[in-house]
């Protein structure tokens, strides 16, 4: 799969206004500051990528990339912004619940928490909606060149475990925008969610 190739299609404030649930998307959430649209650059290597997603106006949207014809990538808003007022927040909240438990064509999310503070109570939100559904998830521990050695497998193992309770089949892995650590582990994950194939 050739991530490069991503392109901007839409951005969604409601869910009736996706593309057709058909193909496979897989989606990228997280607090707003984990990291994410760094994420999505250096996946893509396109700068201009996240930059998109981050635009006024386009921040509380699910904004929608192509890869291919039967591919996308979606870029899920960032959650718990302090700025934001409370009822705001629980009705993106609800928007992406729902986007996680009737997306038919989502084969997986990937969740991004910073590796110095992650299960927070909206990513555990997250993955609970995503385990009633049995949506595998991936979790990036971000920004994990600002830890050690030995500090970043502590965080990873305390994950690790927290997750068995919460999500069990969830995997996790560290990550780095900043140092390009952990990149090919997430390439391998996606290109699994994205195959097979597509026959239609
Ligand atoms: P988003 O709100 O989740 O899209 O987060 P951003 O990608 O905008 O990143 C939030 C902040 O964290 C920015 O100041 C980034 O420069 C910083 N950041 C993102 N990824 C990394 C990383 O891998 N390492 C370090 N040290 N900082 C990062």
């Known amino acids: ?39 999505l650059n250096t996946l893509t290597q396109q700068k201009s990528l996240a930059r998109t997603s981050k635009t006024p106006g386009r921040t509380q949207l699910i904004n929608v990339f192509t890869l291919d014809e039967g591919r996308r990538l979606i870029d899920l808003p960032g959650y718990g912004y302090a700025k934001v007022p409370q009822a705001m927040k629980e009705q993106w909240q609800a928007e992406l619940g729902k986007y996680l438990q009737s997306r038919q064509c989502l084969h997986g999310l990937v969740l991004l928490m910073d590796i110095r503070h992650f299960l927070k109570d909206t990513d555990e939100q997250m993955l609970s909606w995503a385990h009633q559904v049995d949506l595998p998830v991936h979790c990036l521990l971000s920004k994990a060149d600002k830890l050690k050695s030995g500090a970043k497998s502590k965080a990873l193992m305390q994950c690790k475990k927290q997750l068995k309770d919460i999500h069990p089949n969830a ?16 390439y391998a994950k996606l290109d699994h969610w994205y195959d097979p194939p597509m026959l239609e």
């Open 171 to 186: 995997s996790v892995q560290a990550f780095s925008s900043l140092k390009r650590q952990g990149l090919d582990q997430l």
């Open 1 to 39: 799969m050739n991530y490069q190739q991503a392109k901007y299609l839409l951005g969604a404030a409601k869910l009736h206004q996706l593309p057709p649930d058909q193909g496979i998307e897989v989606a990228f959430a997280g607090r707003s500051n984990a990291g994410k649209s760094s994420a």
